[in-house]
């Protein structure tokens, strides 16, 4: 016990500090762990919006385009419904454009738009 006599106690004022600290840092802390989980999973969300919208981009190769073609479907994955429309605009004879949206509620629109060349009008 002789080894403690020459060791100085904490002062009240380093205690208040410190605890004020730790009373700011805690909640600070606290409040960032369910922020990063809604972060995580919207991100989730949008990547499977843009994966769908993705998929009805590549598909627009094998359909046969109209002018004004809205072709919209409603998916359920999980407990969110995406809804995904192709609209499809024609530029000349054999050039069309096409857009593809991809909506979930609560999350902005994910939206696509490509140029199909078809070499037979």
Not at 91 to 96: M, P
Request: charged share 25%; hydrophobic share 45%.
């Amino acid at each position: 016990m002789s080894g403690l006599r020459g060791r100085r106690a904490f002062s009240l004022t380093e205690v208040i500090v410190a605890s004020a600290l730790l009373a700011v840092a805690v909640p600070l802390l606290l409040n960032l762990l369910p922020t990063s989980f809604l972060s995580l999973r919207k991100a989730d969300h949008l990547q499977a919006a843009t994966s769908m919208a993705l998929y009805r981009v590549d598909e627009v190769a094998f359909l046969k385009p109209r002018q004004g073609v809205d072709l919209s479907e409603t998916i359920q994955v999980g407990e969110r419904e995406y809804r995904v429309t192709r609209e499809f605009y024609r530029v000349d004879d054999i050039r069309w454009d096409v857009v593809v949206s991809c909506d979930c509620e609560n999350l902005a629109p994910v939206r696509l738009a490509t140029r199909v060349i078809r070499e037979s009008p």
